[in-house]
């Protein structure tokens, strides 16, 4: 089955920086690759997603690029606010399957 | 539009005692999933249904069984529940292939089984 590693477990930056976090993924047939925001004691929420078929999303502050030669996908949030520290979650899907998770970057923004 | 809701949002277990989960949505989607999630170890897929009266296990599959008889609600059994079920589940569904792969998620119950 599929394997979503993630990096960094922990990430502290200084209000207004740029944050990165990176995955990996096993299964070459994953077509979809989603990053989600979730909030002590929330649902994960959405926050972008890229499919196979193309290499870079931007979304305002928030950007995704991905690598399928590679295997790699990562979350660029720039200009970092106070309201962005939370967990992150990076995710891949093939097909019908339901999502395989990594295990979580927990963003910390200091003032 | 209430999107995706689960019942109960709350449940404590002694081992041994069976309950049933229930996820409802309102967004016509086809397909729905269960997940759990345990601190530190991300979310991972239960089980899976890609249609009414349609089921397939997911990653950790073990001790659950699930139930899809209306397409707007997903049922999540645990027979004999064990202090290893002690987790967050989440349900979540989505419009099916081909059409947007996003998954929405509903607000999650936390179970304790003692």
């Known amino acids: 089955g599929e394997n979503v590693e993630q990096h960094p477990s922990t990430l502290s930056v200084q209000e207004g920086d740029s944050a990165v976090i990176k995955c990996t993924y096993s299964?070459?047939?994953?077509?979809?690759f989603p990053w989600y925001k979730q909030e002590l004691g929330k649902r994960p929420q959405l926050i972008i997603d890229?499919?196979?078929?193309?290499g870079e999303k931007k979304d305002q502050r928030i950007a995704v690029t991905l690598n399928k030669t590679a295997k790699h996908f990562s979350l660029h949030i720039t200009e970092t606010q106070p309201e962005d520290s939370a967990v992150y979650f990076c995710?891949?899907?093939?097909?019908?399957?339901?999502?395989?998770f990594g295990k979580g970057t927990h963003l910390i923004i200091q003032p | 539009n209430a999107g995706v809701t689960q019942t109960p949002k709350f449940r404590v277990l002694k081992t041994g005692q069976s309950m049933t989960l229930l996820c409802a949505q309102d967004?016509?989607?086809?397909?729905m999933y269960w997940y759990r999630q345990d601190p530190g170890m991300g979310l991972r897929l239960i089980h899976y249904s890609v249609g009414e009266g349609t089921t397939a296990k997911g990653e950790v599959p073990d001790g659950y069984n699930v139930s899809r008889l209306k397409k707007q609600n997903f049922l999540l059994g645990l027979e004999s529940a064990a202090p290893s079920q002690t987790s967050v589940y989440f349900c979540?569904?989505?419009?099916?292939?081909?059409?947007?792969?996003?998954?929405?998620f509903g607000p999650g119950t936390r179970l304790t089984v003692t």
């Open positions: 979540a569904s989505s419009l099916g292939l081909a059409r947007s792969y996003e998954q929405y």
């Open positions: 995710a891949a899907r093939r097909g019908a399957d339901g999502l395989t």
């Open positions: 890229i499919r196979s078929n193309v």
């Open positions: 299964d070459s047939a994953s077509n979809y």
């Open positions: 967004m016509n989607h086809e397909y």
